[in-house]
């Protein structure tokens, strides 16, 4: 490898524009030789604002070069477990966009093509690599906390709805999949990931029927204009309850549409016996000499895209296990699938095996 990772980008659209491809250009031990999307014109357009060398619109016949070491995966969600067990299978380091997959047994089929090809598949979920999250993850396990038992996050917007793929059931659409991975998983790495057991969910579609405005964040064919919106088919708020084997519950509410005061609010936090956590900013809840104290860590979260794809390439470097690894995926996904069987049962679902 000669101490540089040679890299390819499938699917050119707007995450890989503002985050991935970016920061691998930066980065000194990686090379951008390879991208891929089944819009030809945008890859090549992509192609020439990167200086990148080979440009593919079909991922297969990308994936038979084998003069690249990890291919980045922006793809919509239902193309992640195909694309990714191809790579893995064609012998390829993997950074997948979140959510993992549509589900838990895509994931899981994601993580053993992982093992047995001795690849490494990791989930681009970058709140993880926030220096506020981080901050907070070393004071739990300091034991800053406490024993922690409670936790909640919210992450609402008042209209903020993306549209084309992402409203699809398809293609692995919905507020959960899309935001509700993001807060959930940071909230469970932050609870010490503790065992999850059930989940007591509720999900909503009502204002996209009705009063359907798209957001700022749009797939790239709806902010070019190639695709019209199709039927909006997903949720838009879903809310609800994790419970873990160590007594611990985890509530969420996470909304891409609801009638809030404002235009959106994110928040998490994290409840021990010693103290209580907020992000973002991070701050502190603790008793101070007899005082009630509210300390706020003033820290730059700096770039977590940017680290996010430092971390990769150092994993790949030095051999290292991902943060956000194939098997934590599995359970994020366990935890959503567990959340939208409760939300159409109408009762707690306990977590598949
Ligand atoms: N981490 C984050 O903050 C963040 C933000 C936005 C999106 N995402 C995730 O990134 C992924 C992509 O989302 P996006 O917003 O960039 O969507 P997008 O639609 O803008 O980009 C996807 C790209 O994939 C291309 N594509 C589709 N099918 C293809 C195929 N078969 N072969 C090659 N290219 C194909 C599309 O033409 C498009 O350019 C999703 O999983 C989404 O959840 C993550």
């Not at 970016?22 to 891929?36: G, R």
């Not at 060398?53 to 992640?80: F, G, M, Q, W």
């Not at 990714?84 to 993992?100: M, Q």
């Not at 084997?245 to 409840?271: C, H, P, R």
């Amino acid at each position: 490898m000669d101490g540089k990772v040679r890299v390819a980008v499938i699917g050119a659209g707007q995450i890989a524009q503002a985050a991935h491809l970016p920061n691998f250009k930066a980065h000194s031990n990686a090379e951008l030789v390879a991208i891929c999307d089944i819009v030809k014109e945008r890859a090549q357009r992509t192609a020439i604002a990167y200086g990148i060398e080979h440009v593919y619109d079909d991922y297969r016949e990308l994936l038979k070069r084998d003069d690249i070491d990890a291919v980045c995966i922006s793809l919509p969600t239902n193309l992640h477990a195909e694309v990714a067990i191809a790579a893995l299978n064609s012998g390829k380091h993997v950074l997948c966009e979140k959510p993992p997959a549509r589900n838990a047994k895509e994931a899981q089929r994601m993580a053993e093509a992982s093992e047995s090809n001795s690849r490494l598949l990791m989930y681009a979920l970058q709140w993880r690599y926030r220096a506020d999250s981080k901050l907070a993850r070393k004071l739990v396990e300091d034991g800053e906390l406490g024993e922690i038992y409670y936790g909640r996050t919210a992450c609402l917007r008042r209209r903020g709805a993306p549209l084309g793929w992402f409203a699809s059931k398809e293609a692995g659409g919905g507020a959960l999949l899309d935001v509700g991975v993001h807060l959930i998983d940071l909230a469970w790495w932050l609870m010490g990931n503790p065992e999850p057991m059930s989940a007591s969910g509720a999900t909503y579609t009502k204002i996209a029927l009705e009063d359907l405005r798209p957001g700022g964040w749009q797939p790239a064919d709806v902010k070019e204009g190639i695709k019209l919106y199709g039927e909006f088919e997903v949720e838009e708020l879903a809310t609800g309850m994790i419970r873990f084997a160590n007594g611990a519950t985890l509530s969420f509410e996470i909304a891409w549409m609801l009638n809030i005061k404002g235009e959106s609010t994110l928040s998490l936090d994290i409840y021990g016996t010693r103290a209580g956590m907020h992000l973002p900013p991070l701050e502190l809840y603790r008793d101070i000499g007899g005082y009630a104290a509210t300390e706020t860590l003033g820290i730059d979260p700096g770039n977590p895209y940017k680290a996010e794809v430092e971390h990769f390439i150092e994993c790949i470097l030095e051999g290292k296990k991902p943060l956000t690894d194939a098997w934590q995926g599995v359970t994020v996904m366990r935890m959503l699938d567990a959340i939208y069987r409760s939300a159409r049962d109408c009762r707690e679902a306990k977590l598949s095996k």
